[in-house]
């Protein structure tokens, strides 16, 4: 939504998009109307655009780009820029981490992993969470969330490892109907090539021990071959890249994974879940 107190507010990237975008249609001597006709967003939307009231979205970057770029990926490299300014602070730092990254392995507990979740269930995630954020700041962040995707369909491929809590199978978030399309699309994504997905039983402990106590992890490799580990808790995060930390790390996650159940059971279990939602 445009206000005019996002003039004051607006990120240096949105304010530059703004200029840049301006001088461009000025010299292709076009009205707000005419570029709005030429990306697929009314005049208004375009001058909200230019004012900083309403920073480009990613969509309309994307146009601008096709419409006004000319080749020089300007608007193409403000999409990464706008991206990284939506994500909390904690969370930068590896954001651009996770984009680049060659394997991404992920370990879940309460709520569906960030990279796996529908618009519609991270809407209704960030939405409900404390303390309320406007409705603008929901709409950045899961904007920002589903920008994320672009890493399973990326080239060069990435390998995304995942290994979800089946408590967060059964914690449905929003509805029953959004509890629904959301599992659907983690099998969706389960039978990619590219993803490993395995659900940790609720049961896993009893023998006595359950390697993903000590909770949510995040492991990446780096194109250069380095590798990092990522902690996230109550809004607080630690980055970490010494190595024998982080073997620490990966050494738990493997037994995290070993714990749980394989990729076609953990299909079957989340389809039988999607099917007693109906």
Known sequence: MARAENKETASPTARLVADVARK??????WTQEQLGNEIGFSAAAVSA???CAQPASDEMLVHLERVLGD???IFEQARVYMRMEKYPPQFKNYAGLEQKAVVVRLYATHVIHGLFQTEAYARALIGGGYPPLPEQRVEELVEARMARKALFDREPVATIELVLEESALNRPIGSADLAREQLLRLAD???RRNVTLQVLPMDCGLNGECAGAYGELNLIETPEHDHLAYLEIQDE???IKDPAKVSTYAQRYARIRAQALTPRESLGLIEQLAGEQR
Do not use: D, F, I
Not at 24 to 29: E, N, P, T, W
């Open 24 to 29: 461009l249609r000025v010299r292709k001597g």
């Open 49 to 51: 655009m230019e004012t």
């Open 71 to 73: 080749g020089l990926e």
């Open 189 to 191: 994504h389960a039978k």
């Open 237 to 239: 995060s630690l980055l």
